[in-house]
């Protein structure tokens, strides 16, 4: 009888142990469990498998129809697309934290060109023990960067913040203090805790809970007739007809292209000129970080029409332009002045990729897609590229990790 028992609870025992090892291989947890990329994006995803409790190991899918090209992204147990994240760095590395929009996060490309991703592969090629961080989130803005990195640069400890600007966020910015208030305080995950009881638990609370690998893909764009699509609206839809070409109206309609690239020519034609002041904005983000003992660095990058001629005549074709001005002109390339001139008062490294990207544009190398706004793959790495040579000899900061870690980096 007691063999019996021995053998009952030896079993009992080993079915526990194989059950959890089951369940550690199909669910994984992220080491940050409060942390999560809908924290922070203005963007509404609504689709059977994605809700508001989290992005972990979801996937979506842009596309440019006009262009012919569809691009997967997969995301990590954070909701951002990188490779699973660690609170700290490995030893000895520097870690490079990207923050910024769809240019960031690598719109219309693959997840091995974006810019965190080339940056580290070039750093590493070059002896520099590197680990860029993807915060990138598509539609982002300057609010959202700044609650990003109220809550991310402590829980990460980055050594050196990237922020990217696109021409779409050099706009006047009435800085809230409460974007940088009170960060986040990390949960990390209870490494004892039996994962069934982690699962239950999220199930309980209406969360999903992810698989090791990655949902099924959804559109970034909804179709018609759902109404984050402008043209289930029959009001906008007759306005958006009168711009766009029908054959990008048919892509728009069916979630092959951003029905917001109607408004691109007058966003740029509008914007641009306008002088830029974002240094309260500026400023505040860089003291919040130098006391976190990282360093910002800034980089500009300006939309395709203000770079080369080249693509007038594909965005004619779904936005329309109200003046003759020429967007590569002078008048239309001001902001990379005025942010230099904020960054050099506040002690801001300070990139505008705008003169090397119009140079190797006259060269014949066409960096951006012709119909969608963002870089082809060789504009990402171009892009990258420029900001590693940039960002590898800075004025060094003196006391911040970053000084005291500039031997990994060779002169």
Known sequence: MRSVLMHSIVALCLFAVLQEVALRLVFPVPEIVNFDRLHYSPKAFATRDIHEANLAHASFVWKSGPDGVSFRHDLNLNGFRDREWSARPASGDTRVAFVGDSFTEGFSTDGRN?????????????????????????????????????????????????????????????????????????????????????????????????????????????????????????????????????????HMHEGRFNPAMALFYRFVETNAPRPLDMSRYL??????????????????????????????????RYS?????????????????????????????????LGPRLREIEAGGTKLYWDYDDHFRPIGYRTAAQLILEWWREPARVPGTRRDRNAENRPR
């Open 283 to 316: 400023r505040a983000v860089d003291r919040f970080i130098r006391k976190r003992g990282a360093t910002l660095h800034l980089v500009y990058i300006p939309t395709k029409v203000q770079v080369s001629h080249t693509y007038d005549d594909y965005v004619s």
């Open 320 to 352: 329309r332009s109200n003046v003759a001005g020429d967007l590569t002109g002078p008048e239309y390339q001001i902001h990379g002045s005025d942010l230099a001139g904020t960054c050099a008062e506040i002690g801001i490294p300070f990139l505008d």
């Open 114 to 250: 974006t810019l965190p991703r080339v940056f580290e592969r070039l750093a590493r090629g070059a002896g520099m023990s590197v680990e860029a961080m993807n915060f990138g989130i598509g539609g982002a803005g300057p609010k959202q960067y700044a609650r990003l990195m109220r809550d991310a640069i402590p829980i990460f400890q980055p050594d050196d913040v990237i922020l990217v600007l696109y021409e779409n966020d050099a706009v006047p910015v009435e800085f809230k203090p409460a974007w940088l208030a009170n960060p986040r305080a990390p949960e990390f995950a209870n490494p004892w805790k039996p994962r069934l009881a982690h699962i239950l638990g999220e199930r309980r609370a209406g969360r999903r809970v992810p698989r090791r690998w990655h949902a099924k893909p959804f559109s970034y764009f909804a179709a018609v007739p759902d109404h984050q699509n402008a043209w289930s609206h029959p009001e906008q839809a007759e306005k958006l007809a009168q711009i766009v070409a029908p054959d990008i109206a048919e």
